[in-house]
């Protein structure tokens, strides 16, 4: 079973925001040049800026996780990537890989389970702090083909941070990332993981659904740090990169 902490609580002072359900505003700054630039490619935004809000509960989903940090920096280092592309985050919580991709440029989707509405107002909540009204925001919940999936039009980069986090969630998480990749076959799964047990792999599950996997490592995108992007995350936890991909058919 995953540990369930308030990492928030021990960062930095948050400023509190006069909203219900209470929350804490939190910055997260991006500084930095990012991928190496492309001979007469455009210019990169220098920085960026987002406030996060969380809500004082201690339930997964209502507060930053050390893996959203990695994946933001991950998205922000390669932010010419994301721009002008469908990108979906799944189990988005407070959004903060979605709200830097969608600061970026992207056409942001972000989901959550479709059963904890509240976890849809987080999002929805990130998205007005950061004054980005074109995001949607829809109920996805791992495994199920729902509507809300359905009438997703064709999706280039999933991202999820810290999903990985309940071994009998794993598949599903991979049978819905495998719909959206049978639809795009051109498709990504950009996925940031905390290790919690060294028992836990998705090997077998990436062969049976016909996917491939690389560990990015954190230095090439600037985030082996225990302190990353103005916040104290993500400490010392040790958090995993994986960029996750179709199976090439070797004729
Ligand atoms: C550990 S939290 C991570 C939240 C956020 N991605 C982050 O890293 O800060 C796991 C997230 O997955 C969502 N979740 C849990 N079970 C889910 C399911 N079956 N389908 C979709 N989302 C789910 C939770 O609501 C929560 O937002």
């Not at 107002?121 to 083909?145: E, K, P």
């Not at 997703?152 to 999820?160: G, R, W």
């Not at 010392?236 to 960029?243: F, I, K, L, N, S």
Request: hydrophobic share 40%; aromatic share 8%; proline share 6%.
């Amino acid at each position: 079973m995953a540990s369930v902490g308030l990492p928030g609580l021990m960062r930095r002072e948050a400023r509190m925001c006069q909203q219900e359900p209470p929350c804490n505003v939190r910055e997260y700054r991006f500084l930095g040049e990012g991928e190496e630039e492309e001979e007469g490619g455009s210019q990169l935004q220098p920085e960026l800026v987002v406030l996060i809000p969380e809500v004082l509960d201690p339930q997964y989903g209502m507060y930053v996780w050390p893996c959203a940090v990695v994946l933001a920096q991950y998205i922000w280092f390669h932010r010419r990537l994301v721009c002008g592309k469908n990108v979906l985050e799944l189990g988005a919580g407070v959004s903060l890989p979605g709200i830097v991709a969608a600061k970026c440029g992207a056409k942001m989707t972000l989901s959550d389970n479709a059963e904890f509405p509240q976890c849809l107002d987080n999002c929805r909540r990130s998205c007005q702090m950061n004054n980005l009204a074109s995001v949607s925001v829809t109920g996805i919940t791992w495994g199920h083909i729902s509507p809300s999936l359905l009438a997703l039009s064709l999706v280039d980069i999933i991202v999820a941070s810290d999903v990985f986090f309940e071994p009998e969630d794993f598949e599903d998480i991979l049978s819905t990332v495998h719909y959206l990749m049978r639809k795009n076959r051109h498709a990504q799964f950009w996925t940031t993981y905390q290790v919690r047990s060294a028992d836990w792999s998705i090997e077998g599950l990436l062969y049976k659904w016909e996917m491939e996997c690389i560990c990015v490592p954190l230095q090439s995108f600037e985030a082996n740090k225990e302190q990353l992007v103005g916040s104290f995350l993500p400490g010392t936890h040790t958090v995993e990169m994986m960029v996750i991909t179709p199976k090439k058919v070797i004729l």
